[in-house]
């Protein structure tokens, strides 16, 4: 289940509001730079911890645009999370509902990683702050009632996988825990 449904239905290191579009780095062995760690243990986590932060904002986008061109998750996602996120959109979209405001993604630790296997993948968990992002009617940019007891810092569980174009979040899990 994708995050937007949960904050409906009422669902945590540094603290991240989710506003800027930077382009998704797609690779964590990219030449090695002053920035770039030489490990590539240590890339891979930055490099998960970035596109993340990307995912959130590309989510924020895909919610806010009520036809569905934001095509921009793509570069962040993949898998059973886009499908999940992209399903969401649509079903928040055709109740005549968007999502504005931001998300804070904080507290983010690398879980486990497993750098070997064929696709290589970096578990993570994050609080997800989605306190300030709000659905609304669409034309007249109403809130929508939600119910008073529902979470709105929830710990969440991620999977992260580099895939050929880059590492992508494949798994997008609320744990249905405050945070």
């Known amino acids: 289940m994708i995050c937007a449904s949960a904050a409906i239905a009422g669902c945590n290191s540094e603290s991240h509001t989710t506003t800027a579009k930077p382009t998704a780095p797609t690779t964590a062995s990219t030449a090695p730079s002053s920035t770039t760690p030489a490990d590539p243990q240590t890339a891979a986590k930055k490099t998960a911890l970035e596109v993340y932060q990307g995912y959130w904002r590309e989510m924020q986008a895909l919610y806010a645009d009520r036809k569905g061109t934001s095509t921009g998750l ?76 529902r979470l709105t810092k929830y710990l969440i569980a991620s999977t992260l996988e580099k895939w050929p174009q880059g590492w992508r979040v494949v798994r997008d899990e609320p744990q249905d825990k405050k945070c």
């Open 74 to 149: 793509k570069e962040y996602a993949a898998s059973e999370a886009l499908d999940a996120a992209e399903n969401d959109a649509q079903y928040a979209h055709g109740r005549g509902r968007i999502y504005i405001g931001k998300v804070t993604v904080s507290q983010s630790k690398i879980t486990g990683t497993d750098l070997k296997r064929q696709v290589p993948k970096v578990m993570l968990s994050s609080c997800l702050d989605v306190s300030q992002w709000q659905p609304v009617v669409a034309d007249t940019r109403k809130a929508v009632k939600l119910p008073a007891n």
